[in-house]
C-alpha cells in the first residue's frame, strides 16, 4: 500500500527554558498579536527549538523507526504527531485513527486493583469498555499477573506494572501507533516478548513510528529509519544504512578527542586503515559482497628484521569474528601498507572493528582499534528475525525436490523441483 497516512510539513516546537508548556489562553493570543511573535518569527529570550523544519510522509503500512541522541527531538516529535502539544510552526496530517504509547504507565492509579487499572488506562489510551472486555483475558495472560489482578497496584513489584502497562497499550487497535521507547524496560525475557508483540502488530498492515536507543530492536522491526539530530531531520533512508551510519557516527564521537591514532611509540605508529580502492565515506563502508582489500597503513621509524603483524576482526559486542598474524616480515623505515584481500566478507549488517598489531621477534611493538569502525551495510540474505541471525550473512539458493516415482528413458527417476533465491 502507498497511501500517505501521515504528512509533515515544517513543522516546529519552540520551548522556553524552564517553563512548563501552559494551554493557549485569549490572553497569550493577544499578548503574540502585539508583540509580533507567531511562527517562530521572534525567538525570547532563553528558548530552544527541541524541532525545526521537519517534513517527511510516511505510507500506510510502514513501520518507521526514529532513532538519534538523547535530546535529538524524538519524543517531542511524536507528541507532535500525537496531539499531546501544539506546533509553534508547520503542520502535521494524520489519517486514521492513532494510538499513542508515550510513557509506560499511563493512566495507572496505585490505589486501585490491576483489574480496575487495566480499565482505567485501557480508557485512557482510547479503547471502549466493549473492546477492553472482548481483550481483558489476553491482555492479563500477556502480563502473567492472573494471581495478583484483584492486589492493589501498589502491591505490585515495578516490573509486573510494567508488563501489565504495556499489555494495556500493546492490544490497542489504531491504524498508526506511535511507540516511544517502551521495549528498553524490563528484564531480557520481557523486552523479547513485548518485540514480539510488536512485530506481530507490524505484520497487521498497520502503520508503527517507534523511538528506541537499541539498534538491534530498531533493525529488526523497522524497514526505514530516521536520524534526528538536533531537532532536524539529518538521514531518512533504508533502516540498514541509517543505523550504520548512526552506529559509526556515535563510535566516532565517543573517542577521547585525540585525533592520532595508534599507540605514540618511537619505533612505529599505525596512522590509517580504509577499504583499498573507496574514496570518502565508502572507504569504511561495506555495501557489496564481492571481493575487497583492507588497507592498514604504518609508519616505521627504525628497521625490523624480524616483524609480524596479526589483525583481528570483531563485532559491536567485541566477539571475535577472525584474525590471523602473517609473520617473517622485514619492514625498513618509512611508510609501509599491509593489504588483507578476501574473496568476500558475508558479515551481517552492523558495526565491526578491524584491530592490528605489529612484533618484533615475538614482541609486542604496536597495536591499534582502528577507528573508525567498519559498516556493513550489505543486504540481509538470512532470516528477519533476530534471534535466528548468525554472524555470517550468505547468500544461498533453496530447492524443494519432489519424487514422482517416474523414471525417464535412462532409468533416471524424474524430479520435479521449485527453487527459491
Known sequence: MTDTVIRVEGIGKLYRVGERERYPQLRDALAKAFTGFRNGERRPKDSIWAVRDVSFTVNQGEVV?????NGAGKSTLLKLLARVTRPT????????????????????H????GRENV????????????EILRKFDEIVAFAEVERFLDSPLKHYSSGMQMRLAFAVAAHLDPEILLVDEVLAVGDA????KCLGKMQDVSRTGRTILFVSHQMPQIRRLCERVIWVDGGKIRVDGPAHQVVGSYESAMARGSQNGSESPGAPLSRTRFTSWEIAGRKGASQHSLDNLEPIAIRINLEVHRPIAKAATGIA???HERKLIWSKVPAKLTLESGAHSFYHTFPILPLRPGLYTWAVTLYDDGKLIDDWSCEPEMIVVTENYQTPFEEWMGILNVPSDFEARVDSGRTTDSGATAVNTSRNR
Do not use: C, N, P
Not at 119 to 130: E, P, R, T
Open 89 to 108: 510552526v508547520g503542520h502535521a496530517e494524520i489519517h486514521g485513527r492513532i494510538g499513542s504509547l508515550l510513557e509506560v504507565g499511563t493512566g495507572f
Open 313 to 315: 576482526l570483531y563485532d
Open 110 to 113: 496505585h490505589e486501585l486493583t
Open 65 to 69: 523507526g526514529l532513532i538519534g541522541r
Open 119 to 130: 480499565f482505567l488506562s485501557g480508557a485512557i489510551l482510547g479503547m471502549k469498555k466493549a
Open 189 to 192: 525475557a520481557f523486552q523479547k
